[in-house]
């Protein structure tokens, strides 16, 4: 059984883009190299011919793992999401209960992840703690070096 997956608009798109790509630009790119190494005669002791047979095969599992994902994917309406809790899409502020320092993180899919945009993984340890939770709530989310403590200062959508 798939996993579903929620995403945005956004991220809805660059999956299609990236699946899109792989499928008529790499693809094709991948079949030309082996027709060209092919051509270059004995097949048992040609490097670039398994070279390029690899990257087929490489190329065309990460194909069907996309389209699996694109297959499971759901496009959230954000409009109708509650806004009193933390839930996937939401923004969140935050404030870590040991040193005080702040953080705004959007919970994200995780192939939507990106820390240094403030995209953060909805099944990662925080991700997972941070759900359901509401302003006031001080989260305990276990994480490899111990407890992290977090005041969820502010939840908004977008």
């Not at 991220?11 to 693809?27: A, F, P, Q, S, T």
């Not at 095969?57 to 297959?71: D, G, H, P, Q, R």
């Amino acid at each position: 059984m798939s996993k579903i997956s929620y995403y945005s608009v956004e991220g809805m798109k660059k999956l299609k883009e990236e699946l899109d790509y792989l499928e008529h630009v790499e693809r094709p790119r991948v079949s030309n190299d082996i027709a060209e190494a092919r051509d270059k005669g004995d097949l048992s002791e040609n490097a670039e011919y398994h070279a390029a047979k690899e990257e087929q095969s490489m190329l065309e599992l990460k194909i069907a793992k996309l389209k699996e994902v694109v297959s499971n994917a759901r496009i959230i309406d954000e409009s109708k999401l509650d806004t009193s809790k933390i839930l996937i899409h939401s923004t969140v502020k935050l404030k870590n209960t040991t040193n005080n320092m702040e953080f705004k993180y959007t919970l994200v899919a995780d192939s939507e992840t990106n820390i240094k945009e403030g995209k953060l993984a909805v099944n990662s340890p925080i991700g997972r703690g941070l759900l359901g939770k509401k302003v006031g709530d001080i989260a305990e989310i276990q994480v490899p070096n111990g407890i992290m403590k977090f005041e969820i200062l502010e939840i908004s959508r977008g």
